[in-house]
């Protein structure tokens, strides 16, 4: 079967920086995604990695490892209004987007 | 700029009802997908439809169905609701990702539906 796991909450302080991992079993892969969702929203899409390495963008950066089967968003000095969920989603060979459950981000003062 | 628009916004229903949720992209994007948004179960997929005139099941089809008839208009119908579809429905479209773009979903506002 096909599967994505990342954690289900993290907490994290204003200021600091928080690394939120995503592994993933997929039938093929055409890419990876990362979507913001602010409780009672739409989620917006962060990122994208389609090939191994970090794509940065501003205060947040994504990276993969095909390999490994493993990504991970990196934000950096957090702000009050990063509290959301973070959803990881993969595209398998068939072009399908397999989601995770989401990692919903807690930011403390 | 409008981007992908659904309605309504929320809706109670009796159970046995019937219901379409609306969905309209100004994108002229070619794919388009129905998902369901439930507590600790992240996004799953109702249906999809790649281009005008065809669609496909996803993951949890059961109950519902969908149409395609142009590029632009997605409906979702539940034609006899029961109380295990309460759930935060989620309309989103993409450029086709297998036509050398990223497959990027833009997501519509969402549409709360209760059954009672």
């Known amino acids: 079967g096909q599967n994505i796991d990342q954690p289900t909450e993290m907490t994290a302080t204003e200021g600091a920086i928080v690394q939120i991992n995503c592994t993933y079993q997929t039938s093929g892969f055409n890419g990876l995604f990362w979507y913001q969702q602010h409780a009672g929203e739409a989620p917006t899409f962060l990122s994208y990695?389609?090939l191994d390495g970090l794509e940065e963008k501003g205060r947040f950066s994504s990276f993969l490892s095909r390999s490994k089967g493993y990504s991970y968003l990196l934000l950096k000095e957090l702000q009050m209004k990063d509290s959301a969920s973070y959803l990881c989603a993969v595209m398998d060979s068939n072009y399908q987007l397999i989601w995770g459950a989401g990692t919903k981000l807690i930011i403390k003062p | 700029t409008a981007g992908i628009t659904q309605a309504p916004t929320s809706q109670i229903l009796a159970a046995g009802r019937s219901m379409t949720l609306r969905c309209t992209q100004d994108?002229?994007?070619?794919?388009m997908y129905w998902y369901r948004q439930d507590l600790g179960l992240g996004l799953r997929l109702i249906h999809y439809s790649n281009t005008a005139g065809t669609t496909g099941k996803g993951e949890v089809p059961d109950g519902y169905s969908v149409s395609r008839a142009n590029t632009d208009d997605f409906p979702l119908t539940l034609a006899s609701a029961v109380p295990s579809q309460t759930s935060v429905y989620f309309c989103?479209?993409?450029?086709?990702?297998?036509?050398?773009?990223?497959?990027?979903?833009?997501f519509g506002e969402g549409s709360r539906l209760t059954v009672l």
């Open positions: 989103a479209s993409s450029d086709s990702p297998d036509r050398g773009n990223t497959g990027e979903l833009f």
């Open positions: 994108m002229r994007h070619n794919a």
């Open positions: 990695n389609v």
